[in-house]
């Protein structure tokens, strides 16, 4: 076996060359380049995720916002019914009390022009009103042009405003009573029916984490 002499004094520099060298730089100036760019791309694709879920958290809570909005109309909505409705309800008999004869000649106007051809029909009232619809029939009669017969009678009403008017095959009726409680019970419907979104309080206030994208509730 041949024994290698020690090289420790020689210059392996002058082996490889400045050409060596060169290339040696340039690929250590790619491979920075590329980590540059990689580093980049990540940071740009981290940045890009984190947008898109605050986006998307923004969208959810523009959606809450409008549907806690929509809540507080229709609550709006329905305080209002339940007020003009109490303001009615009080309301209503005094001023239907004050003007009776109004009402009735309204209904007695309607059902004669809806029945022109009918030979006969009766008018009840109270007998408080009797003698007042007594003086305006002819004036009815000859404004709606019916060339039948009118009845007038007296009957206890229950209601001075209350009146029957009744043909052959029909009649109408006007029933103060019966009229409130349509309405009590229309306004009921509405105050019972669902309110949209049903949030409660604690989900009254929502505001987006910058730092995190998610939900947090004001503290």
Same mark, same amino acid.
């Given at each position: 076996m041949t024994a290698?002499?020690?090289t420790f004094d020689n210059n392996f520099e002058d082996e490889y060359g400045p050409r060596s060298k060169a290339k040696i730089e340039e690929l250590e100036n790619a491979a920075y380049q590329r980590g540059l760019a990689e580093g980049r791309e990540e940071i740009l694709n981290g940045i890009e995720?984190?947008?898109?879920?605050?986006?998307?958290?923004?969208?959810?809570?523009?959606?809450?916002l409008t549907t806690r909005h929509e809540e507080q109309l229709s609550m709006m909505h329905?305080?209002?019914?339940?007020?003009?409705?109490?303001?009615?309800?009080?309301?209503?008999?005094?001023?239907?009390?004050?003007?009776?004869l109004q009402e009735i000649e309204a209904l007695v106007v309607q059902c004669l022009k809806n029945s022109p051809l009918e030979p006969r029909i009766v008018i009840r009232v109270d007998d408080r009103i009797?003698?007042?619809? *007594? #003086?305006?029939?002819?004036? !009815? &009669?000859?404004?709606?042009g019916y060339a039948g017969q009118i009845v007038l009678l007296a009957e206890p009403m229950r209601h001075i405003?209350?009146?029957?008017?009744?043909?052959?095959?029909?009649?109408? *009726? #006007?029933?103060?009573?019966? !009229? &409130?409680?349509?309405?009590?019970?229309?306004?009921?419907?509405?105050?019972?029916?669902?309110?949209?979104?049903?949030?409660?309080?604690?989900?009254?206030?929502?505001?987006?984490s910058a730092d995190s994208g998610q939900f947090a509730p004001d503290q």
């Open positions: 290698v002499k020690y995720q984190q947008v898109q879920f605050l986006l998307q958290n923004l969208v959810a809570a523009m959606q809450t329905k305080e209002a019914a339940i007020l003009a409705h109490s303001i009615i309800g009080k309301l209503a008999p005094a001023l239907v009390a004050n003007t009776p009797l003698p007042h619809l *007594e #003086r305006e029939i002819t004036r !009815l &009669k000859e404004s709606t405003s209350d009146c029957k008017v009744e043909w052959a095959d029909g009649g109408a *009726e #006007r029933d103060f009573d019966a !009229l &409130k409680a349509t309405i009590d019970r229309t306004v009921q419907l509405f105050i019972e029916a669902p309110t949209p979104g049903h949030l409660s309080g604690d989900d009254m206030s929502v505001e987006v």
